[in-house]
């Protein structure tokens, strides 16, 4: 299952990392503390809308890239979840239907 705060911190944490900032930098550019900006990148926080942008003004990151950046991560991360086989009948979503296969005649 798709976490969205996990995904939101890997966008911001990968922007800081390209930037070559340290957690300390930018958590001063955006008055948050050290503290709450490192448990937001790990996906540990839900940050509300007026912090993420607070965080994505200190990394020079436009709200709407960052929002991208998460919606494609996110898309590919449902594909791949839809694509994955079950291991067990246990892993199947409720409700699903199974049909016995006839055995091979001969």
Known sequence: ??????????????????????????????????????????????ASSEMLATICRALHLPMSEMLTDVAMRVAVAEAEEAMRVPDSLAELPAGTVRRREPAPVG
């Open 1 to 46: 299952m798709v976490v969205m705060r996990r995904e939101v911190g890997d966008v911001l944490r990968e922007r800081r990392l390209d930037q070559g900032r340290t957690l300390r930098q930018v958590s001063s550019d955006a008055s948050v503390s050290l503290g709450y900006l490192s448990e937001v990148e790990r996906g540990e926080k839900e």
